[in-house]
């Protein structure tokens, strides 16, 4: 997935329009996401920002000992649906059915900072080729039923 401008979208509505305030600033980027419940953008680190991104449906958030970086959102579907996707696509590569309500989004990452650019290589991969990297950032999101008690960052090595 293209993750344009260090951020990966997780929302119920692809053309929802995003206001000023809830948009980037200081705070928020030391939270490590900005938006509203409906519409959330969680911040990425390599400079590519060529990521490949799961998500997945889970009863548990993702163990802290497993991932270098956790960031939890409160996400809210009031359509039922769910779609990943930069900021940039008209068409979300990640988009998913689930029931109307609350959620906590845990954006699971490893390996920040570090693609292709960084390891000097030039080749372009394709998406099969990203998949099978995992050597380069690359995210795990959990959605996870119910509001969640906290957000932001909850482990950041």
Not at 45 to 73: G, K, Y
Not at 96 to 114: C, H, K, T, W
Not at 136 to 142: D, G, N, Q, T, V
Request: charged letters at 25%.
């Amino acid at each position: 997935m293209f993750a344009s401008n260090y951020q990966i979208v997780v929302c119920d509505d692809p053309f929802r329009p995003l206001e000023n305030e809830e948009n980037w600033d200081a705070e928020k980027a030391r939270q490590g996401f900005a938006g509203v419940s409906a519409f959330r953008m969680i911040g990425t680190e390599a400079d590519l920002n060529d990521h490949w991104v799961e998500l997945v449906s889970s009863d548990q958030p993702p163990s802290s000992d497993d991932w270098q970086r956790i960031t939890c959102v409160h996400f809210h579907s009031g359509s039922g649906r769910i779609h990943v996707m930069s900021v940039i696509d008209s068409d979300p590569p990640i988009s998913a059915d689930i029931e109307r309500g609350d959620y906590a989004v845990y954006v699971a990452g490893q390996n920040l900072g570090v693609d292709q650019l960084s390891l000097g290589e030039t080749a372009k991969l394709s998406d099969a080729e990203i998949a099978e990297r995992k050597d380069i950032e690359w995210y795990r999101l959990f959605l996870v039923t119910g509001k969640p008690e906290f957000e932001g960052r909850l482990v950041d090595r």
